[in-house]
Nanobody
């Protein structure tokens, strides 16, 4: 098992940027495909972005493509989500997830509950 802790959320105006971080501890971080998901109030959890174990392959939801960038630093056991041109509809709790020896493609379709999850960090985008 890997333990995940998200950080970097906060309040930002529309058009602004935030960078989320997810620090992992436990098993070898480089053995996990990593993903970011979000859940807005009253809505289901949605896929946002995923990255392969090596970091060479990335996948994005259409709603964030071109605005968000997922990356990872295996030496620091951390995955990041750079969020630019934020919109009010990006407001949600953002969760980090890890799946051992899995593919990032598998994280793009439901069910999303597999693997290890952090407790989330709140991102609020004001108009």
């Amino acid at each position: 098992q890997v333990q995940l802790v998200e950080s970097g959320g906060g309040l930002v105006q529309a058009g602004g940027s935030l960078r989320l971080s997810c620090a992992a501890s436990g098993r070898t971080f480089s053995g996990y495909a990593m993903g970011w998901f979000r859940q807005a109030p009253g809505k289901e959890r949605d896929f946002v972005a995923a990255i392969s174990m090596s970091g060479t392959s990335t996948y994005y939801a259409d709603s964030v493509k071109g605005r968000f960038t997922i990356s990872r630093d295996n030496a620091k056991n951390t995955v990041y989500l750079q969020m630019n041109s934020l919109k009010p509809e990006d407001t949600a709790v953002y969760y980090c997830a890890a799946r051992y020896r899995d593919t990032p493609q598998s994280m793009t379709v439901p069910p999303y509950g597999m693997g290890s999850w952090g407790k989330g960090t709140l991102v609020t985008v004001s108009s």
